[in-house]
DNA sequence: CGAATGATACCCT
DNA sequence: GGGTATCATTCGG
């Protein structure tokens, strides 16, 4: 029986790789800050899904902070509504959204002074349940790094819809947060200004509230270069 | 580049 | 109450 010389993942290294430290939740102090502020300390947290058919989880890589009523990119802006209430509410918890209809975007709430605050999840690095992910994705892509390369893509790698709205990201037993493994390091974090929000004009639109880590493959899309 | 697709916020009877 | 413009996206042509 002999190897092939080279394969399909020549020039890359093996990813993803199976956890091999017990998982850690995630503490509530991570999320207890202003959206910006969160937006970069999720970044290297991991997002696991766990039902009976077994376990997904992935390495949050890119992010974007949407802060109080002010803020004329975010839900809250229009105050507290039926859909919206759950951004008013204790930091930790899943604000899952349905948006153009077809699509669900995965939020976790952070506390701003007491204000509706969110930092919207939007790329995730696979590391363990890619099968599964694939599955769950349909008809795309093989590669690893591209199935939850977006924030609907995340959802629905990870199997999540609006019936997870509201839950504690911090306690749920089904899709919770877990602590980078010990050890890992960030990588330099990049920033650009939030996607699909040009209605809410330049003042907000323009603000570098996107958040990235910088060496990652997994990213929605690439961030407009420095300058 | 445009379609898909439905909840929602907001304005008007 | 009812009509409707809008949308924190994705995929295929």
Redesign the pocket.
């Known amino acids: 029986m002999t190897l092939p010389a080279h394969d399909a993942s020549e020039g890359r290294p093996d990813r993803p790789r199976p956890i091999s430290q017990p998982l850690v939740r995630l503490a509530r102090g991570t999320v207890s800050g202003d959206a910006v502020s969160t937006a970069q300390r999720l970044l290297g947290a991991l997002l696991v899904h766990e039902d009976g058919l077994g376990r997904r989880v992935g390495r949050i890589v890119e992010t974007?902070a949407?802060a109080g009523p002010d803020d004329r990119?975010?839900?809250?802006?229009?105050?507290r509504?039926?859909?919206?209430s759950i951004?008013f509410g204790p930091p930790g918890h899943a604000?899952v959204?349905?948006?153009?209809?077809?699509?669900h975007?995965l939020?976790v709430v952070c506390a701003e002074d007491g204000e509706a605050a969110?930092?919207?999840i939007?790329a995730v690095e696979p590391l363990e349940g890619v099968e599964r992910m694939r599955a769950a994705?349909?008809?795309?892509g093989t590669d690893p790094d591209?199935l939850a390369?977006?924030?609907?893509?995340?959802c629905?790698a990870f199997g999540i819809d609006?019936t997870f709205d509201g839950i504690d990201l911090l306690s749920d037993d089904r899709l919770w947060l877990a602590a980078p493994a010990a050890g890992w390091r960030p990588a330099a974090i990049v920033s650009g200004p939030?996607?699909?929000?040009?209605?809410?004009g330049p003042d907000w639109s323009d603000r570098p509230w996107r958040f990235g880590l910088a060496d990652s493959r997994a990213l929605?899309?690439p961030f407009p270069v420095g300058r």
């Open positions: 974007e949407y990119a975010s839900h809250a802006r229009a105050g509504t039926a859909r919206t951004m604000y959204y349905l948006v153009y209809g077809l699509h975007c939020n969110a930092v919207l939007r994705r349909g008809r795309a591209r390369a977006g924030p609907a893509r995340t629905q609006r939030r996607v699909g929000v040009d209605y809410a929605s899309r």
